[in-house]
């Protein structure tokens, strides 16, 4: 059964041979572009490739892109836990043609990837096209796939754009069915949500260029983006629709069992794929250079740490883990990711000095949580003050209380957090004003309110588009 290791090499060898360059994974934290929080997708350290401002000595690469999405518009913490296929932290398997090849190689080039190399069943497989790219259509025709198995969309899921402007165009992608014995349906039915047939390959066709003024026209360099979760194709490819039972994270699994003495496939489960999902963002968010902080991408940073520990602390681990769970990761991707073994102590450190910081007032914060909630009935909210309260006083992320109220079916009224907030920082403004520094204050909250330096600012600061 190949690793997820022998399959990323698989994969990059493969485009190799067919003429694209190999190129190593950008850091998480996006270069030159302050608008989005982490790289989300392979295509965004060649943004600059697609729009021709941009020229290198290759016009096909292929990666293995570090993803996070954790922030902004494609924030997938939220299914974590509750889905087989999400992560904050993935990687994207990718190729791409910068004015080079376009529909007629890039789709063989992927079917007979995974039906020639890696051998899956094409009883299996379905795909999509936008629902008027007949040209799409008749190639998946040609390669052998039924008509009945490729499914035109009309949404924008089957449609993607760089931006409110700039390149985009339709895409297709292909799903794998893992059986009837998992929930979920076809793509475009009401049941695609589930993890029954999971999208493993994302192949988008830029070929448009899309104006403020509303207008769209034809590009005249045709570029190619794709992108596949190495954690799903190897799920699939190790027999499983989960990705939690992969290689990587059974090994990561396992150490968490170990590290809190809770059997690692028991009832406690989900617990054990949280941490190692959030081990895994944490890491190389650190090894990239992001540390926790209160504010921004060191916001985020902090949010997926302390959510992790209340699931350390719901299997009643009584002193610090995450940072127990590091050489498990660093033997699994270190040798990938050169970056996370040269960063393994630093890792360590930030994990165990924000686990010791947390702990001191995680155990009353949940207490006090518990207390709340004792009164209200199911589908009811949390009052936003005994958020604000939690957030204020015991530094739980709002997100974090909402994730400890969805496992019991309850919510948080956020307006009332809101203005709870907002009364917070009114009342600082006026106890400035007070004390006779009223001008430099007022300017002083001005800018920090202008850039989101607060706690509760540092959650939507990403516009920009790089999913693919
Ligand atoms: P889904 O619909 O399942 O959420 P997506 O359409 O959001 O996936 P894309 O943006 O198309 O995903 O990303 C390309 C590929 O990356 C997907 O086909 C999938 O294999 C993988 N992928 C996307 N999001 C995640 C994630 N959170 N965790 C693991 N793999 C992911
Ligand atoms: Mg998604
Ligand atoms: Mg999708
Ligand atoms: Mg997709």
């Not at 529909?103 to 008027?132: C, M, Q, S």
């Not at 396992?254 to 406690?268: H, L, M, N, W």
């Not at 940072?323 to 360590?348: D, K, N, W």
Request: aromatic fraction near 10%; proline fraction near 4%; include cysteine.
């Amino acid at each position: 059964m190949p690793s997820l290791n022998d399959i990323r090499s698989t994969f990059l060898n493969y485009f190799e041979k067919q003429g694209h360059a190999v190129v190593p994974s950008s850091p998480l934290v996006p270069r030159n572009d302050p608008t989005l929080m982490f790289v989300n997708s392979g295509m965004v350290q060649f943004k600059n490739l697609f729009t021709g401002l941009e020229k290198r000595d290759y016009t096909r690469a292929t990666t293995s892109q570090k993803c996070v999405r954790a922030g902004g518009k494609h924030n997938d913490l939220d299914n974590v836990g509750y889905t087989a296929r999400h992560h904050t932290f993935f990687e994207m398997l990718g190729n791409f043609s910068f004015g080079d090849y376009f529909k007629h190689e890039a789709i063989p080039f992927a079917w007979n990837l995974i039906t020639g190399e890696f051998g899956i069943p094409k009883d299996r497989l379905y795909v999509t096209v936008y629902h008027t790219d007949d040209e799409a259509f008749e190639i998946w025709k040609k390669v052998g796939v039924p008509e009945d198995r490729i499914i035109r969309i009309a949404t924008s899921d089957n449609f993607w754009q760089m931006g409110p402007t700039g390149p985009c165009g339709p895409c297709t992608e292909i799903f794998y069915d893992h059986g009837d014995h998992i929930w979920g349906g076809p793509p475009g039915s009401p049941e695609e949500d589930g993890d029954r047939f999971i999208e493993i390959w994302n192949i988008v066709f830029m070929q448009n260029e899309q104006f403020e003024d509303g207008s769209m026209v034809d590009l005249d360099m045709q570029s190619i983006d794709t992108g596949m979760g190495l954690e799903r194709i190897g799920a699939l490819l190790q027999g499983s629709h989960d990705n939690y039972d992969t290689d990587l994270f059974k090994s990561l699994i396992e150490a968490s069992a170990d590290a809190t003495g809770v059997d690692p496939y028991g009832e406690q489960n989900v617990h054990h794929r949280v941490i190692a999902d959030h081990l895994r963002s944490t890491s190389f968010l650190i090894a990239d250079g992001v540390m926790p902080s209160n504010d921004g991408r060191g916001y985020v940073l902090r949010r997926i740490m302390r959510r992790a520990m209340r699931h350390a602390h719901l299997l009643g681990a009584k002193d610090p883990v995450m940072y127990r769970l590091v050489p498990a990761l660093v033997q699994q991707m270190g040798a990938a990711f050169p970056e996370l073994s040269r960063a393994q102590a630093l890792i360590t450190e930030t994990l165990e000095a924000e686990e010791t910081r947390f702990k001191q007032t995680l155990d009353r914060g949940l207490k006090l949580l518990d207390d709340e909630v004792a009164g209200l009935s199911q589908g009811a909210d949390l009052p936003g003050d005994a958020a604000f309260k939690l957030y204020d006083t015991y530094g739980f992320p709002l997100d974090l209380t909402q994730d400890a109220l969805r496992e019991k079916g309850l919510g948080v009224d956020t307006d009332g957090f809101d203005t709870a907030m907002a009364e917070q920082k009114a009342k600082a403004r006026a106890a400035w004003s007070g004390s006779g520094e009223a001008a430099d204050a007022t300017v002083w909250f001005d800018v920090a309110e202008a850039n989101g330096a607060t706690e509760f600012l540092g959650y939507d600061t990403e516009t920009a588009e790089g999913q693919i």
